[in-house]
């Protein structure tokens, strides 16, 4: 199914009574990540992704412990931002799903709202060729040679 046919349908869907909820509640939880992603570092921002907000909790989930803790050092200034734009936040909760980013979205090496295409120069090809050429022919040198031939259209 093409893409703007899936856009018509979701807007007629958004315009029933029955979905009007569930849709307006999706744009705001869009719209709230959009926003803490804008508010965390950007090289925490892929791995993270905000849960639900209850009694005042909100819900934070992680890819590993590591960017747990990295979040953790910036919470108390995070929290401060949140209230300023009108959050009704007052605690975090932190909880580590390994992978969850890597099933629920697709990563990629992104510029703004483009995709960057990231290529092998002419310089690394050149190295990579002679790396190949001087190993035994294994699967390590048969890899390598692989790898360029398919950057050579680039």
């Known amino acids: 199914m093409k893409l703007h046919k899936i856009d018509s349908y979701f807007s007629i869907l ?53 960017i747990a803790s990295k979040l953790k050092q910036i919470l108390p200034s995070l929290l401060v931002k949140l209230q300023q734009r009108g959050w009704e936040v007052t605690s975090f909760q932190i909880s580590v799903q390994v992978n969850h980013t890597a099933t629920n979205t697709k990563k990629s090496v992104t510029n703004g709202n483009k995709e960057k295409n990231i290529k092998l120069s002419e310089t690394g090809k050149k190295y990579l060729n002679q790396l190949a050429t001087s190993l035994p022919n294994t699967e390590l040198s048969e890899a390598i040679r692989s790898f360029v031939r398919k950057h050579q259209t680039d």
């Open 14 to 66: 958004g315009e029933s009574q029955d979905y009007a909820q569930v849709f307006a509640r999706a744009h705001v939880i869009h719209k709230n990540q959009l926003t803490f992603k804008q508010l965390i570092p950007k090289q925490l921002a892929p791995y993270c992704t905000i849960g639900q907000i209850n009694a005042g909790k909100l819900t934070v989930l992680v890819d590993n412990s590591a």
